[in-house]
């Protein structure tokens, strides 16, 4: 089959590789419908070393059933979303609902597992990984569908973490994929003032159709002084883009007593939690979405058309130019990229 | 009026200072009836410069109003506690319940603010601060109300960020006075499970009185390792130290997906949130407890005598041997000093 691969910094190719096999009872093997690049994806596109045995990439899919594998609840031909890790659904931290800690899960790409970028994946655990889709595969609603597997759970998960509610103010930090999820999120749980700080304005603008209801320019201080003028600080920040720029940005406009729920893999080891930090009874929260426990309810309201993520994918790929997509993405040409094998 | 003062680093002096006068009108002026010196006085007293001016100390005390000044609420003679911070009672912070971050509070011992280790202290926003005891000044429960100018309440405010409810397992990092309290916290909550980490056997001993079900002797990776022998993990963890060490302790012994409340004032200015906290979802929160708004609450429980803080102090030192009182605390001879003018 053929898939992305990583050999580092903007290396990104498209190889044969050997196609998936069933190894474990609880694998499915599937065939991908339609992938998507991650801002995440950007990281090691930006900074990975060179390496000569490469690291398959994509960790969002929607996938039918192939193999008809004896796994509970999947039949060949099903349509399925699979959230951005594997897991088994059934250890403790999955029965809490924490199936990004999976005692049993993992990435894919790593340790012989496929990425999604690619033909074909064998997904472990199966049964407690993907979520059976009632659609059709050519559905209209496949861009949503698919933003379920990553950046509109990751946005609720900020929103749900930060403690979003009924009339709150909310500040968005990033005009990413993920940060307009989180616009969509903290919308759908009742925000009334949803601040968006990003400068990128085809972004901004659909933030505003997402339901942001202000949008700030500035940058580094610059934001800071905007949003404490127009809001006079916010009780829960949403950090959705992992620099420290960013978390500067969340720490300046945040009240006392406030929650950062961050989004973004923090780009840093060690972070600003000292003793100003603590006078001001800063809760840092949120972390890596466990996407799994969120796609059912989320999954509702994408079928009802009550919230559309797919607008986040501004433009289609091939597999084949999934190196351009990378490109694209990278240089803040394309928002998000689907990728149709 | 004599009162001590800090010159730097183990220099604690007893000095003749101007009395207190009432220089706004919301200001009090009252007389000192016990003090005490806390576990953060210990901070200046390792490490602080030597200075020419000195450091008016101590935030923690019970006085009698003395002035009949013109403030709401208090009459000559009342007894009363004073939080470690003073606020108004009145800004968005205090209406929150965030006194701690008053817009118009600040901190006993700076800006020209007398310290509680003295004979008597001009206390500003006087009717927004101090909270009427109905007990007289010979009471037996003097140390316990005491207690809640800080460490009680110190201790509660951790076991409130953390989420302690009914049935929980709880880690509770040092057994300094504040961690001995927020396991009194803890149990008040109805934790079932609470494991103090703590060598100190004559305060890990007064821990298992207060409620502590589990004592961790170890220290370090040594530490990590027994509590997760001993509980598979905790979800909720009060770090009462300030150290990196026992945050690393925490960050150890904390499951996936856990709160870990911080009490202790950093002593650091970095710390590890980065990729690894963010995977695992771990919640920082915590920090300078808001006193005033939980005396009211924790005072009924000192009353009626369900919780005994005032055990923590181990011995009285008149005003006169301060010095004496922050050595031996220093040394680890006193787990906490009341102080008498």
């Given at each position: 089959m053929r898939a992305a691969v990583m050999y580092g910094a903007g290396d990104v190719r498209i190889e044969d590789r050997p196609d998936p096999k069933i190894v474990d009872p609880t694998d499915a093997v599937v065939r991908t419908l339609a992938a998507c690049v991650c801002g995440s994806d950007l990281w090691p596109y930006a900074s990975m070393p060179a390496t000569d045995t490469g690291r398959p990439m994509g960790h969002e899919f929607l996938v039918v059933e192939e193999t008809?594998?004896?796994?509970?609840?999947l039949t060949a031909g099903d349509l399925v979303v699979a959230p951005f890790t594997y897991s088994d659904n059934t250890c403790d931290y999955c029965v809490k609902g924490?199936?990004?800690?999976?005692?049993n899960g993992g990435r894919y790409g790593f340790d012989g597992v496929d990425g999604g970028?690619?033909?074909a994946v064998r997904v472990p655990y199966a049964a407690g990984t993907v979520v059976k889709l009632?659609?059709?595969?050519?559905?209209?609603l496949l861009p949503s569908l698919l933003a379920l597997s990553d950046v509109m759970t990751t946005g609720h998960h900020g929103a749900v973490t930060a403690g979003v509610g009924r009339g709150d103010a909310v500040l968005v930090v990033g005009d990413g994929a993920v940060g307009l999820c989180a616009v969509i999120a903290a919308k759908r749980l009742g925000a009334e003032r949803i601040v968006l700080a990003g400068r990128h304005e085809a972004r901004t603008t659909l933030g505003r159709e997402f339901g942001a209801t202000d949008v700030v320019a500035e940058r580094g201080e610059e934001s800071i002084v905007r949003i404490r003028e127009m809001t006079g600080g916010v009780d829960k920040v949403i950090e959705a883009v992992g620099t420290r720029q960013a978390l500067d940005t969340a720490l300046g406009a945040v009240l006392d007593g406030g929650t950062i729920s961050r989004l973004?893999?923090?780009?840093?080891?060690?972070?600003?939690?000292?003793p100003a930090a603590f006078m001001r009874n800063i809760t840092m929260t949120g972390g890596a979405s466990p996407a799994r426990a969120y796609i059912p309810e989320l999954l509702a309201d994408v079928l009802d058309g009550?919230?559309?993520?797919?607008?986040?994918?501004?433009k289609t790929f091939t597999l084949d130019r999934t190196p351009d997509a990378y490109r694209a993405m990278a240089d803040r040409q394309v928002l998000k990229a689907l990728i149709r094998p």
């Open positions: 008809g594998a004896d796994v509970t609840g924490l199936h990004i800690s999976c005692r970028q690619g033909e009632p659609v059709a595969a050519d559905s209209a973004g893999v923090p780009q840093y080891e060690q972070g600003p939690i000292g009550s919230i559309t993520p797919g607008h986040v994918f501004d």
